[in-house]
């Protein structure tokens, strides 16, 4: 079926940048369900469209060049995940569009004035949910009653992320749970925190969102099961690397979502007259086998509400 997406034959294909926070590989679970949702909506990879990629490999300090190339190449959209990405991107341009995906908090770290209102030249979707903070307090309470004392992994370089370690340390406040806070910004940061971790002993580890950590997920979880250490974590990712359990938006929904901001720019849609909007579902994963390895016991009342399970 012929779409208004499709280009008549000999037109110019639109190109598009998508900047990744990690790498091909490891983010091919996003990268797929936005090309789907870009193909449902009519656009054909080298006829229509050409998406030009650029990884920033874990590295921040990467991204002001990797974005040079793109604007360089005068893309008609940029499209990126994380608050730090977008920030970059923000910084560099006041006229190429950028569609954001999965951003905690644009409101509260600057990038757009209001979610019904972005303005400027940006829009997208944002992960923002400010209770998931406790609620995954709350699950690991649930699944061992006595934990008191856990540890938290967050990114000292987002400003997203300072809210959310207070935010957690309000949550465990509330529920009567010492917190061992360990920012870090890099691969070396995260030496120093497992090194930290070994010595203070806390009961569980939780990560927070940020794409440092699910470039190194084989690696930090890798760690939590040598310390046998459960967690509530918030990515998925994270817990198909061998983690205990997820819980948060879900970031492929979003990716796909973002198809839909893509083409209406191209159409002729002004960015920031396209409100953002928040997530629409949210995953509750499962690891049944990290579980057992860990000599742990899922509570039914869990286990109902979860949207997978890995045996």
Not at 47 to 62: K, Q, T
Not at 125 to 132: A, C, G, K, V
Not at 249 to 271: N, Q, T
Request: no cysteine; hydrophobic share 45%.
């Amino acid at each position: 079926m012929q779409v208004s997406a499709q280009s008549e034959q000999g037109a110019k294909p639109h190109r598009i940048g998508f900047l990744g926070n990690s790498t091909a590989a490891l983010e091919a679970n996003l990268v797929g369900p936005f090309r789907e949702g870009l193909r449902e909506l009519g656009y054909v990879e080298g006829r229509n469209l050409l998406i030009e990629y650029r990884w920033a490999e874990g590295n921040y300090e990467s991204l002001p060049a990797l974005i040079g190339e793109l604007l360089a190449m005068k893309v008609e959209v940029i499209v990126t995940a994380g608050t730090p990405a977008t920030l970059a991107v923000k910084k560099a341009t006041t006229t190429t569009p950028l569609v954001m995906i999965a951003v905690g908090d644009p409101v509260g770290t600057g990038i757009i004035p209001s979610l019904s209102h972005p303005g400027g030249n940006i829009t997208g979707l944002t992960s923002i949910s400010p209770e998931l903070d406790g609620k995954r307090l709350e699950l690991l309470r649930e699944i061992i009653p006595g934990i008191s004392h856990v540890a938290l992994l967050w990114n000292s370089e987002s400003p997203l992320q300072f809210i959310g370690e207070r935010r957690t340390q309000a949550a465990a406040e509330a529920l009567g749970m010492k917190v061992l806070s360990l920012g870090v910004r890099d691969k070396a940061g995260l030496d120093k925190a497992f090194a930290d971790i070994l010595r203070e002993r806390p009961q569980a580890l939780l990560v927070l969102a940020d794409r440092l950590f699910l470039h190194h997920r084989e690696r930090i979880m890798e760690f939590a099961a040598r310390a046998r250490l459960p967690g509530v974590h918030a990515y998925r990712e994270l817990v198909e690397a061998g983690g205990l359990v997820s819980f948060g938006p879900s970031y492929e929904g979003m990716h796909r979502r973002a198809a839909f901001f893509v083409d209406r720019i191209l159409k002729g849609a002004s960015p920031g007259e396209l409100p953002a909007e928040r997530p629409a579902t949210f995953e509750l994963v499962v690891n049944l086998k990290a579980a057992k390895g860990l000599g742990l016991t899922i509570p039914p009342s869990v286990l109902l509400r979860a949207t997978k399970v890995i045996q």
